[in-house]
């Protein structure tokens, strides 16, 4: 009686293992990092004629403080909110700080005090800027919706704002160019909506929030 032997089958398919997750204060101090060099970077690209306008206008910092909250890895919940909102506030504030440590050392004059109107209105565009980043997460097609409208409206208000009122200086070419990504930013919320509700929200976000960022900048001056 012959008895068969079988060898045991080796797979020609290495095994993958799963990438370990990027741990939390790793993820925070990127993005803490990065909000350092944001500041670093406008400084020295406001010498740059091409880049002047951008890096003098507040929408940029706005999306860079809501993709940073993202790396960070802010979350949905009721506690995760708060903290995303603050972490946003924290997050301006720095660019604040690199930009003015920047601006120093190169030798121009700038203030970092609590009476600077930019690092006032970093309150409360951080408390925004960290509730966007959260709300685009979230399964809530309303609250997706209206996150993609706020950040449209941050970016179309100052645009406009900067065709009337900065423009003959400026040039126009850097205030179309972000009332055109608003627009765009306000298509792709309304195209994701999935719903009417979605949509609404989107669009009445967006009309709103720019008519009241642009009211917020004619009034300051």
Known sequence: MNATISAPVRSSTPSVEPCPAVPAVVRVTIALSGALLAGVLTSFGQVVPALASVSNSAGPWFLVAVLLCAVAGVRTGRIALPLAMVLGVVLLELMHVGYWATTVLRGFPDSLSLTNPWVLLGVPAGLLAGAVAVAVRSRDVRWSAAAFGVTAAVLVGEGVRGLLQV???????????????????????????????????????????????????????
């Open 167 to 221: 423009a003959a200086t400026t040039g126009q070419t850097t205030w179309i160019v972000e009332v055109v990504a608003g627009v765009l930013l306000l298509g792709v919320g309304i195209v994701t909506a999935r719903s009417s509700v979605g949509r609404v929200v989107a669009l009445g976000t967006a009309v709103v929030g720019a008519v009241g960022v642009l009211g917020a900048y004619l009034l300051l001056g």
